[in-house]
């Protein structure tokens, strides 16, 4: 059964980087088929998209990070990261990592499921 | 980007009953590339459906997702206690990839 599951510090000082680890168990990571994404929530909040990743190298990301955001991928541990930089408040939230299918062979990123628990990342000095 | 406008933004209904949940996009979502999830309190989101009106794997069929274009529907037809959450949709037909804000599903 495929699982997720994130982790990283629970809180991190404004204007630092943000490191989080997803790791994959119950399928490779090295699939073609999939990408493997990044999503967070704010407190009370909805949910905004991050990122998403190819096991090739091929990223996505959400322009309204402005470029603060980079996913990368390690196949040898079945693990995908997120890095996130320059930090300020709005960043505090739940940060989920979860399976991104495409709708078809070669596709863009597409759905997301399964999710991981989430890990909630509080920024503040 | 795309903007989804979930409504309403609460809902409350009695076990039994059928919800309908709405979700209406700025512009037309290709090929409706649309998914709705299910989220409990201090729980992930869970994918319900994709592609607009296709069961995800283990959801019940009281579950059903249809529309087109701008205008899709998720509805429940017979509410269970484990069915009052938050629902989200989210559109994967242009990028940036966005989510509504949510409809709650309250017991009445």
């Known amino acids: 059964q495929l699982q997720l599951q994130e982790s990283g510090p629970g809180l991190v000082k404004p204007s630092e980087t943000l490191s989080l680890t997803c790791t994959v168990s119950g399928r490779s990571i090295s699939s073609r088929s999939f990408y493997w994404g990044w999503i967070r929530q704010p407190p009370g909040k909805g949910l905004e998209w991050i990122g998403s990743?190819?096991?090739?190298?091929?990223?996505y990301y959400n322009p309204s990070l402005k470029s603060r955001g980079t996913i990368s991928i390690d196949t040898s541990k079945n693990q995908f990261s997120l890095k996130l930089t320059s930090l300020t408040a709005a960043d505090t939230a739940v940060y989920y990592c979860?399976?991104?299918?495409?709708?078809?062979?070669?596709?863009?990123?597409?759905?997301?499921?399964?999710w991981g628990q989430g890990t909630l990342v509080a920024v503040s000095s | 980007e795309i903007v989804l406008t979930q409504s309403p933004g609460t809902l409350s209904l009695s076990p039994g009953e059928r919800a309908t949940l709405s979700c209406r996009a700025s512009?037309?979502?290709?090929?409706?590339?649309l998914a709705w999830y299910q989220q409990k309190p201090g729980q992930a989101p869970r994918l319900l459906i994709y592609?607009?009106?296709s069961r995800a794997t283990g959801i019940p069929d009281r579950f059903s997702g249809s529309g087109s274009g701008t205008d899709f529907t998720l509805t429940i037809s017979r509410l269970e206690p484990e069915d009052f959450a938050v629902y989200y949709c989210?559109?994967?037909?242009?990028?940036?990839?966005?989510f509504g804000r949510g409809t709650k599903v309250e017991i009445k």
């Open positions: 989210q559109q994967y037909g242009s990028s940036p990839r966005t």
């Open positions: 979860a399976r991104d299918r495409p709708p078809y062979d070669h596709g863009d990123p597409g759905w997301l499921d399964p």
């Open positions: 592609g607009a009106f």
């Open positions: 990743i190819h096991y090739s190298g091929k990223s």
């Open positions: 512009q037309s979502i290709s090929s409706n590339y």
